[in-house]
Structure formats: C-alpha cells, structure tokens
C-alpha cells in the first residue's frame, strides 16, 4: 500500500540497502530485490539467484549476457563460465526453486561447456 503511494519508494530503499551491503541484500527472499535488480544490477540479480538455489535462472542470465553483443569480450567469456557452472549446478541438483524456469540438464550444461 505504501509503495503504491510513494512511487520509487522500495527503489530508493533497495538501492541504499545495495550500497550499504549487498551481501545482505541477496540474503532478502523478496520478489522486488530481484526486480530491482533486474532493473539496476545483473550480476549481482546472478549473485542473487546463485544464493537463494535458483541457479537455472542464474544460468539463464549468465547465458543471455555472454550472448548480448555489446560488452568486453573479457565480460562475455565470466559470463560465459557462470552460465555453464550454474547449468551444472541445476543439472546436478534440480530443485523446486527452479521450477519457473526451463530445465537445465547435463546436455544444456555441456553446450554452454562448448562455447567456451
């Protein structure tokens, strides 16, 4: 109700929360840390997606960076590696934390292993 009053409200108080510590941040199970940092911060969102076991999400996000065309090719190539570790991961252990998300399996992990 309050955030629906004051417009950015939640906004400015994530963004102090981030410059104080993230780390506390991505520890919040909140679906608008991870709006807000969709919006503001994609590594840290894959930060936050590694923490909370979301990790095809985080795999996914990985992917659709290191595939952007903009960007170092330095950044690309981290982003590249995350994207396949967190396949891995999901692969490896599915959780239900991942149920919104497509399947990551061994075949999809070894693909992102390849590009690389």
Known sequence: ???KKA?????RVL????AADDRRLLRLPLRAVEAFL????????WRH???HGHHAAAARLMED?????EGPL???ISCLVRAADAARRAAAAPSEADARE??????RARELDELL
């Open 102 to 107: 497509p399947a990551c399996d061994a075949a």
């Open 7 to 11: 417009p950015g409200f939640l906004d």
């Open 65 to 69: 960076l290191a595939t952007a065309p």
């Open 49 to 51: 997606h590694s923490t």
């Open 38 to 45: 969709r919006k503001h911060d994609p590594y840290l969102l």
């Open 1 to 3: 109700l309050a955030a």
């Open 15 to 18: 963004a102090k929360a981030r």
């Open 74 to 76: 330095s950044n690309r």
